[in-house]
């Protein structure tokens, strides 16, 4: 007597990666739409068109599809501060101080195209890093990845000759205008009018300006007289 087993495709499948995408757009999707809060099992089986258990096969928990709609939102993000390139498709070393202040102005527009989903999330990781490993592991792996990615063109394309660069590493500068951010983007999502927004701009960059540009030499004391 012989018994069939069913056997799961491995995940490397053309299958397989159909239907973890169709999952994780249709996550984005309702995400982007209706709010994180809205987010559930049942709306993403309508709209990916699955069953529960196909959804579950592939990811087993709301906590998984979490983990690759982060990653997902983290792209999309990436691709608005690039022109819609792809990072992984980028040519060359982009000038960092060009993209720290698109970031700024893209971190202070008074109606962001894009941000506030990933945020959304992101924020929910922190809530849950004292009990989710996963979670904290991939903001560490973010934030990381991130401070070493600026720390490494600021030293190509940003070190200033002078003031306070010479005293202070590209981790500590990337690890500052990570923090500005974070702090940004935390007061206008408590408060949109927390602050005028074109003041705040013009303010980070002249704090930021002179971590990353050398400053243009003025007529010295003697050549004014």
């Not at 099992?41 to 196909?54: D, N, P």
């Amino acid at each position: 007597m012989t018994t069939s087993t069913t056997i799961r495709p491995t995940t490397d499948t053309e299958i397989a990666r159909t239907r973890r995408e169709q999952i994780i757009a249709a996550a984005v999707e309702i995400i982007t739409s209706q709010g994180l809060h809205n987010l559930s099992l049942s709306k993403i089986e309508t709209r990916a068109g699955m069953r529960r258990g196909q959804l579950t096969y592939y990811f087993p928990t709301k906590e998984d599809i979490l983990l690759a709609v982060f990653d997902r939102l983290l792209l999309l993000l990436y691709e608005q501060f690039t022109d819609g390139q792809n990072p992984a498709e980028r040519q060359g070393v982009p000038n960092v101080w060009e993209c720290v202040q698109k970031m700024l102005g893209s971190v202070l527009q008074s109606a962001p195209k894009f941000g506030p989903e990933f945020h959304a999330l992101q924020y929910t990781f922190l809530a849950q890093i004292a009990h989710r490993s996963d979670f904290r592991e991939r903001l560490a792996s973010l934030y990381a990845e991130w401070r070493q990615g600026m720390a490494a063109h600021w030293q190509v394309t940003a070190k200033p000759a002078a003031g306070w660069a010479n005293k202070v590493s590209g981790q500590t500068v990337a690890s500052f205008v990570q923090a500005l951010m974070h702090g940004l983007t935390v007061q206008l999502a408590a408060d949109p009018a927390a602050f005028d927004r074109t003041e705040m701009l013009e303010l980070c960059v002249g704090v930021l300006a002179p971590l990353f540009t050398t400053p243009v030499a003025g007529p010295s004391a003697k050549e004014q007289v």
